[in-house]
Structures are given as C-alpha cells and as structure tokens.
C-alpha cells in the first residue's frame, strides 16, 4: 500500500566525503534493520562494516577532501543474505589486496594514534562476504551478509 | 554517548560509557575522556552499555588509556557485551587491556 511504501527506507543512501556526514549511516541502518527484520548481531556487523568501509573511503580514497559523493546500496538477493554496495569515484583502493590480508601483529599503541588503524581488519573480519572490483572511475566494495535461519 | 565518572574504593575512578561508539560516538566522549585520563591512577572503563563499537570508538579508548598508563597508572575494561567484546578481542586490544566480567575481579586487577 502507498502509506507502507512511504515509510519503507530507501535502498540508498548518499554520503558526502566528510566524517561528519557519517552520521546519517546508523539512523538507515537501524531502518533497515527493522524492515527487514535483521538480527541484532548481524545489524552490529553492518554498522561496522559499512563505518570502517565508507570511513576509509572518505579518508583514504578522497583524502579526506570535501565535494566528493560515495553512495551504499542495500540489496536482499535471497531470503537469508543481505548485502551492502559501496560505490565511490576515489582512485584505485582494494581493501583486499594481499599486502593488507596478512593478519597484522600484536597491536602497540601507537597503531591506535593512527585514526581507524584497525578498521580494514574489523572489515575483513565481521562481513559475511566481501568482493572489491575496480570500476573505471571508481570503486566498488560489496559486503554480504547472512542471516540466521 | 552518555559518559559518567564515580569514584571507587582504593582510587579508583569508574568512567560508565552509554551509546553507541561510532565516529560521532567517540566524537562526542573524546575530550571528557581526555580530561579523566589526565588526573586517573586507576581507570576502569565501563563498557556494559556500549552498544556498538568501531575502530574510531577503539581509539577513543586506547589512547586515554595509553596516558593513564604511561604514568604507572592501570586500566581495566569492564562488561562489554559479546559483540563489542569481539572487536575488542579482533583488533588485539584485549593484549594491552584486560577484559573482566566480575567486578571484584576488575577491581583486583587495577590494586
């Protein structure tokens, strides 16, 4: 019905290159979460994954300069796996490259002085799926997950 | 995010983090932090109702806590739920901070 349409969250959500815009990520988050009845552990995942993913875009792909747009897409290809599309006109950053799969070691303190020092590692280890292609004038990072049942 | 402080038995400050520990998150207790890692011996950081954290909240942590802990001082993580104990634990920072559930045990660790 229109009413219910309306109040359906959008499948995508548009971000400025800013931290700050970052925001606006949990409140569609948690929308979608109550749409599409996803638990609270995989809903946690999302936040994180999509926080570390779009926030390295930001600061790493656009070096952090403002004017740029990224945008997440939300999909449900199958009953139980959702999945999340982020897509950005940055220069070329596989966050899957092998250089950055290696499991780093013990972390000092000083990998915490750098802003979101582990932030590719909690990507890689709290997404369902990942799967990177470089476009030809951007991005795209896809971050799959599974729900329970 | 909410942030209160409470002083313990044997000098030790409570600092009760509420909300979510994303970049606003964190954003938003930095300073506060900041300021009670400035003047804390004994920090024990209560994470019972921190319902989300991310890298950004990791290091709103990690770093009040490496400048309590450069001055001879100890620092405790307290209660984080399952899933914020999993970031925890998979970024390492369960290496430099030790996790308790048990209060009296958290309180032992920081004497």
Redesign the interface.
């Known amino acids: 019905m229109p009413a219910e349409d309306a109040a359906k969250p959008a499948p995508r959500l548009i971000l400025k290159s800013q931290?700050?815009d970052?925001?606006s990520?949990?409140p569609w988050v948690e929308a979608l979460v109550a749409e599409y009845s996803i638990p609270?552990?995989t809903a946690?995942?999302v936040?994180?994954c999509l926080?570390?993913a779009v926030?390295n875009v930001i600061r790493h792909g656009y070096r952090s300069q403002p004017n740029h747009t990224l945008t997440i897409d939300f999909a449900q290809p199958e009953a139980h796996h959702v999945a999340f599309t982020i897509e950005d006109q940055a220069p070329p950053f596989d966050p899957l490259a092998p250089s950055l799969i290696e499991e780093p070691p013990?972390?000092t303190?000083e990998d915490?002085?750098r802003?979101?020092?582990?932030?590719i590692?909690?990507l890689r280890?709290?997404a369902g799926s990942l799967a990177y292609e470089r476009l030809a004038g951007g991005n795209r990072l896809t971050i799959g997950f599974v729900l329970p049942g | 995010m909410q942030l209160s402080t409470q002083d313990l038995d044997g000098g030790v400050t409570r600092v009760e983090l509420e909300g979510?520990m994303?970049?606003?998150g964190a954003a938003a207790v930095d300073l506060k932090m900041n300021l009670i890692a400035g003047n804390a011996k004994k920090l024990l950081i209560d994470l019972e109702k921190v319902a989300?954290?991310?890298?950004?909240g990791?290091?709103s942590i990690?770093?009040p806590a490496?400048a309590v802990m450069s001055r001879g001082g100890k620092v405790v993580l307290f209660a984080p739920n399952?899933?914020v104990e999993?970031?925890l634990k998979?970024?390492?920072?369960d290496?430099?901070l030790p996790i308790h559930h048990d209060l009296a045990a958290a309180m032992a660790a920081l004497q």
């Open positions: 931290l700050d970052m925001a990520l949990w609270a552990d946690f995942a936040h994180l926080e570390e926030s013990a972390p303190p915490y002085l802003p979101g020092g582990r932030g590692l909690l280890k709290f | 979510r994303d970049i606003a989300f954290l991310g890298s950004m990791l290091r990690v770093l490496r399952e899933m999993g970031v998979a970024s390492g920072i290496s430099l």
